[in-house]
T-cell receptor
Framework: GENVEQHPSTLSVQEGDSAVIKCTYS??????FPWYKQELGKRPQLIIDIRSNVGEKKDQRIAVTLNKTAKHFSLHITETQPEDSAVYFCAASFSGGYQKVTFGTGTKLQVIP | DAGVIQSPRHEVTEMGQEVTLRCKPISGHDYLFWYRQTMMRGLELLIY????????DSGMPEDRFSAKMPNASFSTLKIQPSEPRDSAVYFC?????????????FGSGTQLSVL
């Protein structure tokens, strides 16, 4: 089955700096890569996703990149703000059969004011 | 729609007792997932259903865990007997495979504490 590894497990940045979270996946058949944000005590919520036919996608201060050859994908947050502090999960799934989403272990991001 | 609804929000029980967690997915969604979240293991997929049929239960840790989806609007996750190591937050999520839309909508979770 799919295995998703995520690094780092914790990340502290100064407000205004950039943050990068990296993930690798094992199953070359995976073609959909969402990112979820979970604030303390809340439910995970989708913030951005990317499909394997796209190398990069941006949404305001958030961007995701995908390297299919290396099976790597990354989340980039620019101009970080205190409200970006949360746990971020990457995930991978295959859009072709049954939808099974495998999550990474999460990155706790702390933005220091 | 009110979103994915889980109950109870918190459950405290003693070791050996039966625990039943409940989930109502978003109306019209055809996938339902049960996840367990712990600090050590993150979000683990326990089981998922498509059109009320269990597709993959390989994540269910032991025979003590069972899940059902008797209809499109209700699912249960049961632990019998419960053990302290089952303490975690259990999330239910649903999604709709329409075209390329695969967004998961999570419920608020059930915080389970087994003493």
């Amino acid at each position: 089955g799919e295995n998703v590894e995520q690094h780092p497990s914790t990340l502290s940045v100064q407000e205004g700096d950039s943050a990068v979270i990296k993930c690798t996946y094992s199953d070359s058949a995976s073609n959909y890569f969402p990112w979820y944000k979970q604030e303390l005590g809340k439910r995970p919520q989708l913030i951005i996703d990317i499909r394997s036919n796209v190398g990069e996608k941006k949404d305001q201060r958030i961007a995701v990149t995908l390297n299919k050859t290396a099976k790597h994908f990354s989340l980039h947050i620019t101009e970080t703000q205190p409200e970006d502090s949360a746990v971020y999960f990457c995930a991978a799934s295959f859009s072709g059969g049954y939808q099974k989403v495998t999550f990474g272990t999460g990155t706790k991001l702390q933005v220091i004011p | 729609d009110a979103g994915v609804i889980q109950s109870p929000r918190h459950e405290v029980t003693e070791m050996g007792q039966e625990v039943t967690l409940r989930c109502k997915p978003i109306s019209g969604h055809d996938y339902l997932f049960w996840y367990r979240q712990t600090m050590m293991r993150g979000l683990e997929l326990l089981i998922y259903f498509n059109n009320n049929v269990p597709i993959d239960d390989s994540g269910m840790p032991e025979d003590r865990f069972s899940a059902k989806m008797p209809n499109a609007s209700f699912s249960t996750l049961k632990i019998q007997p419960s053990e302290p190591r089952d303490s975690a937050v259990y999330f239910c999520a649903s999604s709709l495979r329409v075209g390329a839309d695969e967004k998961l909508f999570f419920g608020s979770g059930t915080q389970l504490s087994v003493l």
